[in-house]
């Protein structure tokens, strides 16, 4: 029987590690199953996925243009992280060392959002591109091939949508979906006119759904009421818009409840959520997004220092939010939530490593979470997230042979090979420029 020729073979993995499982996300004991395939090869035509077995068999069937042998080596899909703060001006690492040291007043999540807002207000639209687009390619290669992308760092409208039409703007392998983020904190100028600010965030919705397929509110004690975010919520729906929700972080505000009752794709943060709002968001269907990366900078696990003496940490309990989501029924995904103050990381493997190390989870756990319910949260878990065939070909070679050795170890870049819409985007852990720059998303 004649051969047919695809695109790219990818051949002789250790494992080939598919992390398949429904659409809607995996969930309960389910989590603890990840399939592998030793020896396991991949055909790959057009940037989709024609077909996964046995090196020996995709050999025997298919002719390629292109052949990677991976060599014994790890194939994963691609990360997901859908929750990142993209585009911002300046930086915060001043004020992190006041958190760590005590010197100087303590850091609180408004002011130092607030700082960050003004060095983008000032910041030139070509600066704020460039950033971006060094931080994509950071991303991608730490295997990173889609990502969520927030605004919030405009706090006025026009600075709103000006940070969306940027996102737009964006040419890269990482695939960048945006989110509108109107209510982020309250800005200085309306500390008197919350009203008014929540009528502007509604005015402007109608141009924000032109741009983003999501808008997002914080609800939270430090941020916007329920009510506050569910006005901007329902307009949002009303236009066409999927939600998102930055959800009691600081306190129970609500958050997880509101996300349910909007039938929000993900609720974020969720740090003191009850079990009451965990149980509506399974029934919702909406993800819980866990954001290790945050707690680990902003040290909640571990004792600070005051006055020269020793608090006891802020939030000891984190380690239990995973196990109460996941026995509440919930869809549990990751994410970096990649910003200038609370996470400024752009790696998604420093986020499974830590959520295996702070949140006690399994290997297979981190990894469902990171690829196929990770793209649930972003509405994409039937067109990614998973090795599975007719699914956009998001690939990776590591540079290990097991998928627990990827969380084992940390610290250090462990992607060799990244591959994007079925094309080759990065090797030995760097990305190729010409690949990248002339990237053009499929339809």
Same mark, same amino acid.
Request: overall charge negative.
């Given at each position: ?40 090869? $991949? ?8 077909? =996964? ?14 052949? =990677? ?25 001043? !004020?992190?060392? @006041? ?5 100087? &007043? ?49 706090? /006025? ?13 964006? /040419? ?29 965030? =509604? ?51 609500? %958050? ?23 149980? &509506? ?29 020793? !608090? ?22 990751? @994410?970096?939530?990649?910003?200038? %103050?609370?996470?400024?990381?752009? @790696? ?17 756990? $981190? ?20 090795? !599975? ?7 990776? $070679? ?12 940390? %610290? ?32």
């Amino acid at each position: 029987m004649a051969k047919r020729n695809v695109d790219l073979l990818l051949l002789n993995s250790g494992e080939l590690l598919t992390c398949a499982g429904p659409a809607e996300g995996i969930r309960g004991a389910a989590l603890e199953r990840v399939e592998r395939l030793e020896g396991g090869a $991949v055909a790959i035509d057009a940037g989709r996925i024609v077909a =996964i077995g046995p090196s020996e068999q995709i050999e025997r069937q298919f002719d390629a243009t292109e052949r =990677i042998d991976a060599g014994g080596r790890l194939v994963s899909p691609g990360l997901v992280d859908p929750h990142s703060h993209l585009l911002y001006g300046g930086t915060r690492h001043e !004020e992190y060392e @006041s958190l760590l040291t005590s010197r100087g &007043a303590p850091p609180t999540m408004e002011r130092g959002i607030q700082s960050t807002v003004r060095r983008t207000r000032d910041a030139d639209d070509a600066a704020l591109q460039a950033q971006a687009q060094a931080d994509l390619d950071l991303m991608l290669a730490h295997g990173t091939t889609t990502l969520e992308a927030k605004t919030g760092y405009g706090l /006025r409208m026009d600075d709103e949508l000006r940070l969306l039409r940027l996102t737009a703007t964006l /040419r890269h392998a990482v695939d960048v979906v945006p989110t509108f983020l109107p209510l982020h904190v309250l800005p200085d100028e309306y500390a008197a006119r919350r009203g008014d600010y929540i009528g502007e965030a =509604i005015a402007a919705l109608p141009q924000a759904a032109r741009l983003a397929r999501y808008c997002d509110v914080s609800c939270d004690p430090s941020c916007f009421t329920a009510d506050e975010c569910a006005a901007v919520g329902e307009a949002a729906l009303g236009l066409g818009m999927r939600i998102r929700v930055h959800a009691d972080q600081t306190g129970d505000a609500g %958050g997880a409840a509101l996300a349910a009752r909007l039938h929000a794709s993900a609720a974020d943060h969720l740090d003191y959520a009850n079990d009451e709002g965990l149980r &509506a968001m399974a029934a919702a269907g909406t993800v819980a997004t866990l954001l290790p990366g945050v707690t680990l900078h902003l040290c909640e696990m571990t004792p600070r220092l005051r006055n020269g003496s020793l !608090e006891a940490p802020s939030k000891p309990f984190l380690p239990q939010l995973a196990r109460r989501a996941i026995d509440a029924g919930v869809v549990v995904a990751l @994410s970096t939530d990649y910003n200038p %103050g609370s996470c400024p990381t752009q @790696s998604m493997q420093i986020v499974m490593q830590l959520a295996a190390r702070l949140f006690r989870l399994s290997y297979a756990a $981190v990894w469902n979470m990171c690829t196929l319910n990770a793209a649930r949260a972003l509405d994409l878990s039937h067109d990614r997230g998973s090795i !599975e065939l007719g699914k956009r070909a998001d690939l990776l $070679v590591w540079t290990v042979p097991a998928h627990g050795l990827a969380i084992n170890r940390f %610290g250090v870049n462990q992607v060799d090979t990244v591959i994007a819409a079925g094309r080759v985007v990065a090797r030995d852990g760097r990305i190729i420029d010409s690949a990248v720059r002339s990237f053009v998303q499929p339809a």
